[in-house]
């Protein structure tokens, strides 16, 4: 593999990295350096936002023209708001930094040695590199499962699990066989984790509240509702009684947890679970897939022409401070990076390590500008929150744990001042608002 122009020897970070490397340099200073930034999600908005009054030409490559905030993605999917009160376009928002151009394309490559972005329609140089791609969803090499049990990772994704869940009450009314009519009417959710443990709250409120008196033929309280995880117990990331306080919670809504289950099969009929080596049959026909995510393929893409390694989820291993080993000039942050926590592990796939890799990637390229000196980057860890329907929620701020209401009150003030744009702000809590007073969800229409 032959050296790039700003490549430095491994393992050179003392406790303040010094960055003057010369990478931001113009040739001959004939034009600002120029910064290309892939992916316009929390990681490569904060950082594009945070290079807005530095000299430097920003252009930011997405296959979108959105920005979309997932954390309410799966109220798009449960008919609680649309795809537009929680997506904004990404010009809209950098409209006011005119050093900085957004384009939609579509990354499919990357030459450290020339420098280049090379995209679906056009090639873009670059001084510096911020590759905030994120991370797709893995069915953990069973790629036929996806026909049978969609995601929840972009607006498309959102919008057919709406359409199968509003549609398998559908069809369950026209149904007179009782075996078939309970097969419409089971649901599975796959995945223990905050997603999936959200999709499942809030399928719970749509059958036992909103469609409740809708139907003639069907009550939809009686749907069962299935949430599979592989871990002994749900959103196994938090501590252990905030994870069995959002257990009870589920059960209230109607939900019933299948805890150390592992998922054998997925069919257009239901799933196949595994216990302890013995295998049960579930007829459920709509099934939803909330276990897991891989790195974007740029990651591979970056181990090829960097050799940068990889860890087990395909996340890129970076430098402390979120640059790629032996080329400070091309950094990764976000989902795509592996980042050491200062403690011998790496940081979570989270928006809020996201967020704050992108505003530490914009202070190092305004430091390197300066030739000044950098500390590595450091996580603070603000807490963790899940929702688990009406007025239960649980949280964990480090040693302080809260649960129920005062945690459902935390998560809407934090999703709200997380979201983007104050009129989406506006239209979300006027929405909530209404959902709370009514039990009723307006977006549930079928599309397709």
Same mark, same amino acid.
């Given at each position: ?25 113009a ?21 594009a ?21 997932q ?35 579509? !990354?499919?490559?990357?030459? $450290? ?5 090379? #995209? /679906? ?5 670059? +001084? =510096? *590199? ?51 009519r ?6 599975? !959710?796959?995945?223990?984790? $905050? ?5 499942? #709250? /809030? ?5 036992? +509240? =909103? *469609? ?5 033929s ?52 239901? !799933? ?5 080596g ?5 007829c /459920? ?16 893409v ?46 979570p796939?989270?928006?809020? !390590? ?11 390229? /305004? ?26 929620a ?25 979201l ?11 929405q ?17």
């Amino acid at each position: 593999m032959s050296s790039s122009p700003g490549r430095r020897g491994a393992g050179e970070h003392p406790a303040c990295v010094q960055r003057g490397t010369g990478a931001l340099a113009a040739p001959g200073g004939e034009r600002s350096p120029r910064v290309v930034i892939v992916g316009g999600g929390f990681g490569g908005l904060e950082a594009a936002k945070g290079l807005g009054k530095l000299p430097v030409e920003v252009t930011l490559l997405d296959r979108r023209n959105y920005f979309l905030f997932q954390p309410l993605l799966y109220q798009v999917a449960t008919g609680g708001l649309s795809p537009a009160d929680i997506a904004m376009p990404l010009r809209r928002i950098l409209r006011r930094q005119a050093n900085t151009r957004v384009l939609m394309e579509e !990354v499919t490559d990357i030459d $450290p040695q020339r420098r280049l972005v090379v #995209g /679906a329609r056009a090639a873009y140089p670059y +001084d =510096t *590199l911020i590759v905030a791609a994120g991370s797709t969803l893995t069915y953990f090499g069973r790629e036929a499962w996806r026909r049978h049990a969609p995601g929840l990772k972009s607006v498309e994704e959102a919008l057919e699990i709406r359409n199968r869940l509003l549609r398998a009450f559908e069809e369950a009314e026209r149904e007179s066989d009782p075996q078939r009519r309970r097969a419409w009417m089971s649901f599975v !959710v796959v995945g223990g984790g $905050p997603t999936g443990v959200e999709l499942a #709250g /809030a399928l719970g409120e749509i059958a036992r +509240d =909103t *469609l409740r008196g809708d139907f003639r033929s069907i009550r939809p309280e009686e749907a069962r509702i299935f949430l599979v995880e592989l871990a002994p117990r749900v959103l196994p990331s938090f501590p252990e009684d905030l994870s069995e306080a959002a257990e009870l919670s589920l059960i209230r809504l109607g939900v019933r947890p299948l805890t150390g289950v592992r998922v054998a099969e997925i069919d257009e009929e239901g !799933v196949e679970l595994e216990r302890n080596g013995r295998r049960e049959r579930l007829c /459920a026909r709509t099934v939803i897939w909330a276990a897991g995510v891989e790195a974007h393929p740029l990651a591979r893409v970056l181990h090829e022409r960097t050799g940068a390694p990889l860890d087990r989820a395909g996340r890129v291993v970076v430098e402390p401070d979120c640059s790629l080993p032996g080329y400070p000039e091309i950094f990764v942050i976000g989902d795509l990076a592996r980042c050491p926590d200062g403690r011998g592990g790496a940081l979570p796939a989270l928006a809020p !390590v996201a967020m704050q890799q992108g505003r530490y990637v914009a202070h190092v390229i /305004a430091s390197r500008l300066q030739n000044r000196c950098v500390r590595p980057f450091r996580f603070r860890d603000r807490g963790m929150l899940a929702t688990i329907g009406r007025e239960h929620a649980v949280g964990c701020f480090g040693r302080l744990r809260v649960k129920g209401r005062l945690a459902w009150l935390l998560w809407l003030f934090v999703h709200l001042a997380y979201l983007i744009g104050f009129q989406n702000r506006v239209l979300v809590l006027i929405q909530w608002a209404f959902h709370y007073f009514s039990y009723h969800r307006g977006a549930r229409i079928i599309t397709q």
